[in-house]
């Protein structure tokens, strides 16, 4: 099983960034796949999820209108496309997964998934 995420980088603020969360070895149609992230001395927090089979999403108050997830069933890849970005974005951001579970993941316990990328920084300069 792999969660392969990729995009991050250094953007101003006002800027974009595209994250991608490539995943195999799993059935991906059976999973919700959020994105997460912990800003230095804070604690990780959902960002957007979505429930693969129905396409039901959620997005955190933080990031609502700015950022936008979807997915890719061919390449079994989830993205985050990331706009408007600010300085509070700045945080390294993962992939997860969860078996049989809806957009609701994003609240709940992190460590409670399945399965995980490694993360990408994001950086937001001001």
């Known amino acids: 099983v792999q969660l392969v995420e990729s995009g991050g980088g250094l953007v101003e603020t006002g800027g974009s960034l595209n994250l991608s969360c490539v995943t195999s070895?799993?059935?991906?149609?059976?999973?919700?796949i959020g994105w997460f992230r912990q800003a230095p001395g804070k604690e990780r927090e959902g960002v957007s999820c979505?429930?693969?089979?129905?396409?039901?999403?959620y997005y955190h108050t933080a990031v609502k209108g700015r950022f936008t997830v979807s997915v890719d069933k061919s390449k079994t890849a989830v993205y985050l496309q990331m706009n408007d970005l600010r300085p509070e974005d700045t945080a390294v951001y993962y992939c997860?997964?969860?078996?049989?579970?809806?957009?609701?993941?994003?609240?709940?316990?992190?460590?409670?998934?399945?399965?995980y990328g490694k993360g990408t920084l994001v950086t937001v300069s001001s």
């Open positions: 979505i429930a693969i089979n129905n396409g039901v999403t």
């Open positions: 997860a997964a969860k078996w049989k579970s809806g957009w609701d993941i994003c609240a709940q316990y992190y460590y409670g998934m399945d399965h």
């Open positions: 070895g799993f059935t991906f149609g059976d999973y919700a």
